[in-house]
C-alpha cells in the first residue's frame, strides 16, 4: 500500500489496518495524521460546511489524529524535483513483483 502527507482520514484507517493486519509493507512517507470524524452542514446560503465532531479510535484506543501512520519502507518524494518520475510507485511495484 502507497501513502504520502497527503493520506488523511479513511486512507490512513486503512493503512493502519494494512500493517496491523499483516496484510503486505506500506510504502511511502508518513501520512498526515488527519483522522477525525466529522459532519456536513448546510447553511441557510445553500453552501456546505464541513466540521470535525468526534475522534476516532482504533483497536478501541489508539488514536492516529496527530500522529499518523509511519510506513514500512520510507520512500520520500518531492513533486517539484519528480521530472515525471514516481519513486513511491516505482518502489511498490518492485516491492509486489519480489512477493510474487
Do not use: W
Not at 499483516?22 to 512517507?29: A, E, N, R, S
Not at 498526515?32 to 445553500?46: N, T, W
Amino acid at each position: 500500500m502507497m501513502v504520502n502527507e497527503g493520506s488523511r482520514s479513511s486512507k490512513e484507517i486503512l493503512a493502519f489496518s494494512f500493517q496491523e493486519g499483516k496484510i503486505g509493507p506500506v510504502i511511502g512517507t508518513k501520512t498526515a495524521g488527519a483522522v477525525v470524524a466529522g459532519r456536513p452542514f448546510i447553511m441557510q446560503d445553500g453552501s456546505l460546511l464541513y466540521v470535525a465532531v468526534t475522534n476516532v479510535f482504533l483497536n478501541n484506543n489508539q488514536r492516529l489524529e496527530g500522529k499518523g501512520v509511519t510506513p514500512d519502507i520510507n520512500v520520500p518524494f518531492s513533486l517539484e524535483y519528480a521530472q515525471g518520475a514516481d519513486p513511491q510507485k516505482q518502489k511498490a511495484i518492485e516491492t509486489l513483483l519480489q512477493t510474487l
